[in-house]
Every structure is written in structure tokens, then in C-alpha cells.
Nanobody, 121 residues
Framework: QVQLVESGGGSVQPGGSLRLSCAAT????????MAWYRQTPGAQRELVAS???????TYHDSVKGRFTISRDNAKKMVFLQMNNLKPEDTAVYFC???????????????WGKGTLVTVSS
């Protein structure tokens, strides 16, 4: 049974930092792309950042220069370092694994359950 388990959310003041972690558990052979999305009430889920197996990263324009995504392929983990947080970063953050391989099955996409990040003074 594959699960994505997120941790690291919480409350922080503007200008503060948080680090989100996500671990793919179960009999996971590998993952193609790992990503972080976020969602606020009434809005669509939006891509915050993604990173390929080779380490190539992309970011939403609103977080460039403030957030850094990284991954540990051996541990099947992805991280999101969030610095200089702003109130508009408040959202539920979701981890996504794209092209996750469990031998002998076909690659599939998986979502975590989400972790709340609140930025407020």
C-alpha cells in the first residue's frame, strides 16, 4: 500500500520559514516527478514547485527566490524549504508523486492528504 506522508506544516509569522517533508512509503521502486501543490478554500489546487528524478526544478512565479524544492531519491522523499513566508502563502500544501513505480505495476500518480501552512501576524 503506497502512501505519501507529509509533515512540517504549522503557523508562522510573515517573514518566517517552514520546511515541508513528504515521504513515499510502501514498496516504492522509484518516482519520476515529485511536486508540491497548494489549495485555499474555493480555489483550484495550484502547482507550487516540482522536481524531476534528475533534480531539475520548476517553481510558481509567486514563490521564486523564496521556496526551494529538493528530493532524496534513495529515501523516496521530497522537501520544500519555504523562506520569507507571506500571508498569501497560507494554504493546505499537498505532496504529489507522478509516475510512481511499484514493481510489477504500471506507474501511477499519488497524492498526500495535505498539511496546513498558516502565515499570520
Amino acid at each position: 500500500q503506497v502512501q505519501l506522508v507529509e509533515s512540517g506544516g504549522g503557523s508562522v509569522q510573515p517573514g518566517g520559514s517552514l520546511r515541508l517533508s513528504c515521504a513515499a512509503t510502501g514498496n516504492v521502486f522509484g518516482v519520476n516527478v515529485m511536486a508540491w501543490y497548494r489549495q485555499t478554500p474555493g480555489a483550484q489546487r495550484e502547482l507550487v514547485a516540482s522536481v524531476t528524478r534528475a533534480g531539475s526544478a520548476t517553481y510558481h512565479d509567486s514563490v521564486k527566490g523564496r521556496f526551494t524544492i529538493s528530493r532524496d531519491n534513495a529515501k523516496k522523499m521530497v522537501f520544500l524549504q519555504m523562506n520569507n513566508l507571506k500571508p498569501e502563502d497560507t494554504a493546505v500544501y499537498f505532496c504529489k508523486a507522478e509516475g510512481l513505480v511499484v514493481i510489477p505495476l504500471e506507474p501511477m500518480d499519488y497524492w498526500g492528504k495535505g498539511t496546513l501552512v498558516t502565515v499570520s501576524s
